[in-house]
């Protein structure tokens, strides 16, 4: 599975937009970008995946480059309870298999 | 999103006894479930693959005689940690996939301390 490299932590004020990055130059054509969340102590939450079109659901969007080696995860209104290691994962649908890297640490501030 | 239940989300053994973990898909039926350990402040390391009705599939480094993993139906996967040792304390997470939805959903985690 291709690796991605993502910043290790970003801060975004309450209420506005949180966009984190997340590269994965040596996606291959059948890998998914997924997007989960981690909150401390608590297993990962699924936000969103997509393969070549951007993507949206009520929790975010997610927008991947025409030539697929780069994301970017949208959270529109980031709130407080956001705050929460994120990961970006590239994945083959055949295996559902996921490696976590080190993931952002998002921080939203009052 | 699918639900996935585990259990207990927090084990004290003493070392040398052995400790069960269960993984259950509560709304869908999971061809594959995931076993993963965190040690705090690292991220999730994936230990094994557990298809329904076949051997689990194990990562390099991981002790299959250790860990062992049973997946007997399509909504349940168990992990035991068998003879564990202070080292094995650890949080394990389990996940299960829906290959219609290519979605790996997770349980809330076991924080397993061996004393």
């Known amino acids: 599975d291709a690796k991605t490299t993502q910043p290790p932590s970003m801060d975004c004020a309450e209420g506005r937009a949180a966009n984190l990055p997340c590269n994965h130059s040596?996606?291959?054509?059948?890998?998914?970008v997924y997007w989960y969340r981690q909150i401390h102590s608590q297993g990962p939450q699924y936000i969103i995946h997509?393969?070549?079109n951007n993507e949206t659901n009520e929790m975010a969007s997610l927008i991947i480059t025409e030539d697929r080696k780069s994301s970017t995860l949208i959270l529109p209104h980031a709130t407080l309870r956001d705050t929460a290691v994120y990961y970006c994962?590239?994945?083959?649908?055949?295996?559902?298999?996921?490696?976590f890297g080190q993931g952002t640490t998002l921080q939203v501030k009052p | 999103g699918a639900v996935v239940s585990q259990h207990p989300s927090w084990v004290i053994c003493k070392s040398g006894t052995s400790v069960k973990i269960e993984c259950r898909s509560l709304?869908?039926?999971?061809?594959?479930m995931f076993w993963y350990r965190q040690f705090p402040k690292q991220s999730l390391m994936l230990m094994a693959t557990?298809?329904?009705?076949?051997?689990?599939?194990?990562e390099q480094g991981v002790e299959k005689d250790k860990f062992l993993i049973n997946h007997a139906s399509l909504t349940l996967s168990t992990l035991t940690v068998t003879s564990a040792h202070p080292e094995d304390s650890s949080f394990y997470i389990c996940?299960?996939?829906?290959?219609?939805?290519?979605?790996?959903?997770f349980g809330a985690g076991t924080r397993l301390s061996v004393l």
């Open positions: 040596t996606i291959s054509g059948n890998e998914y």
């Open positions: 997509g393969l070549k």
């Open positions: 709304d869908f039926q999971a061809t594959t």
């Open positions: 996940s299960a996939w829906t290959s219609p939805k290519n979605i790996q959903y």
């Open positions: 557990s298809n329904e009705g076949s051997k689990a599939t194990y």
């Open positions: 994962i590239v994945s083959s649908s055949n295996t559902g298999k996921l490696i």
